[in-house]
């Protein structure tokens, strides 16, 4: 940001961009993972090349293990973890200042599931000024909660939808359009909108696209279960993360803090016939 050469390459396709910031932040996540967990699973968005010797490691934060390991989690072997990287999250919106749009997203998933993800909010703050605190990071695991979040409960009968602003169709707009929402909020990043849906601004994120992929939802995925909520395809069906699986989403995204099968139900038939899990 502050070089303000952000070497924006277009990867092709629609809005799918790339930043100095993906490729570095990238590379510094899995170096630090796997410089000190060699047999770690670690699939990012970006495929950097790694040198473990040479790229800079982040270390680890001593309030983090200072936590209980949920049971779940406490005996796997790192073969057995898979871990999703989203190095930036919302990089049309970060190319373009939209910078509380963009957060940082890594998901653990165990047997295919998602079961622990961080989001890093690296600009939260930004508009309160030099003097204010920039950044935060929310983190959870499933069966333990999750740390960093402040929910504002909604009024009884709201129904705000969240969705994209760079990756709409007809699609997306139709299964909106059938939900009957109170208010319809347009923001980018796919951890940006479940953060909105976990802390109360909005009631669903509803994505009828195939546009995200695994790196995206793993993250906000595990956090929302493990505050309660749950994070679905059109279909309701859980999304799968096994290491071997095609990355795009292709049942789409519904992301929800409770009520997540008021939501499923007024998915569209057309919409449903579109997007196959
Ligand atoms: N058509 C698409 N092509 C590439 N990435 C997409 C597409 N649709 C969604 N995404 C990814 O999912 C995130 C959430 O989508 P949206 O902001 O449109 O709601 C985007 O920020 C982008 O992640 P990224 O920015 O990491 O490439
Ligand atoms: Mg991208
Ligand atoms: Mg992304
Ligand atoms: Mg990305």
Redesign the pocket.
């Known amino acids: 940001m502050s070089s303000r050469d952000l070497g924006i390459v277009d990867k092709g396709?629609?809005?799918?961009?790339q930043t100095k910031a993906d490729t570095a932040v990238e590379k510094l996540i899995r170096a630090s993972l796997l410089a000190e967990f060699p047999q770690l699973n670690v699939i990012g968005?970006e495929d950097e090349k790694l040198d473990l010797t040479a790229d800079a490691k982040a270390g680890s934060d001593d309030q983090v293990l200072r936590m209980a390991c949920p049971p779940a989690c406490a005996n796997l072997s790192q073969e057995e973890i898979v871990v999703w990287v989203?190095p930036?999250?919302?990089?049309?919106?970060f190319t373009e200042g939209l910078l509380d749009?963009v957060t940082i997203l890594i998901g653990l998933a165990v047997n295919g599931e998602a079961v622990g993800g961080v989001i890093n909010q690296p600009f939260y703050n930004y508009q309160s000024g030099p003097q204010a605190n920039l950044g935060r990071t929310i983190w959870g695991l499933v069966g333990l909660g999750a740390f960093g979040w402040n929910r504002a409960e909604p009024p009884v009968g709201r129904r705000i939808l969240i969705?994209?602003?760079?990756?709409s169709n007809e699609l997306v707009n139709l299964c909106l359009d059938s939900m009957s929402p109170t208010h319809v909020e347009r923001?980018?990043?796919?951890g940006n909108?479940a953060l909105r849906v976990i802390e109360g601004e909005a009631d669903a994120y509803v994505?009828a696209?195939p546009?995200?992929?695994k790196?995206?939802t793993c993250a906000p995925e595990a956090i929302l279960r493990a505050v309660g909520g749950n994070l679905t395809d059109v279909h309701g069906k859980k999304i799968n993360y096994h290491k071997d699986v095609k990355f795009p989403n292709t049942g789409g995204v519904i992301a929800t803090y409770r009520d997540h099968q008021t939501i499923i139900d007024l998915v569209p038939q057309k919409v449903r016939d579109n997007l196959v899990s």
Request: hydrophobic share 20%.
């Open positions: 396709g629609q809005k799918n961009l968005e989203d930036l999250d919302g990089t049309a919106e749009h969705t994209t602003r760079s990756h923001q980018g990043g796919a909108k994505f696209s546009g995200c992929k790196w995206d």
